[in-house]
């Protein structure tokens, strides 16, 4: 079984370098990224886990959360060794629908 995922912003440490939010979101179905605004920095930290994710492998077992959601983070360390922040992913799995 196939899912899609949406993947929400759930918190922001500092200042996010690429604009998001707390609550800014973008999808993925099948192997197509639908949204406005998605930063690669962010995408680099969880492309290794979204395949696994999205072809039904547990979080637990890829460490990342529990039932259907995992957390990420993006690689920017913030303050004093950048002037971004740090942004925690919520990856929420859905069935996907054909």
Same mark, same amino acid.
């Given at each position: 079984?196939?899912?899609? %995922?949406?993947?929400?912003? /759930?918190?922001?440490? =500092?200042?996010?370098?690429?604009?998001?939010?707390? =609550?800014?979101?973008?999808?993925?179905?099948? $192997?197509?990224?639908?949204?406005? /605004?998605?930063?690669?920095?962010? !995408?680099?930290?969880? @492309? #290794?886990?979204?395949?696994? $994710?999205?072809?039904? %492998?547990?979080?637990?077992?890829? +460490?990342? +959360?529990?039932?259907?959601?995992?957390? %990420?983070?993006?690689?920017?360390?913030?303050?004093?060794?950048?002037?971004?922040? #740090? %942004?925690?992913?919520? !990856?929420?799995? /859905?069935? $996907? @629908?054909?």
């Amino acid at each position: 079984m196939s899912y899609e %995922v949406i993947v929400r912003v /759930k918190e922001v440490r =500092g200042r996010c370098a690429a604009g998001y939010s707390e =609550g800014d979101s973008f999808h993925i179905v099948g $192997f197509c990224l639908e949204g406005s /605004k998605i930063c690669i920095h962010a !995408l680099s930290s969880m @492309l #290794t886990l979204l395949s696994p $994710f999205m072809k039904g %492998v547990k979080p637990e077992l890829l +460490g990342i +959360g529990s039932g259907d959601l995992g957390y %990420v983070q993006c690689p920017d360390p913030g303050p004093p060794y950048t002037c971004g922040g #740090t %942004v925690i992913f919520e !990856l929420e799995r /859905k069935k $996907f @629908l054909i």
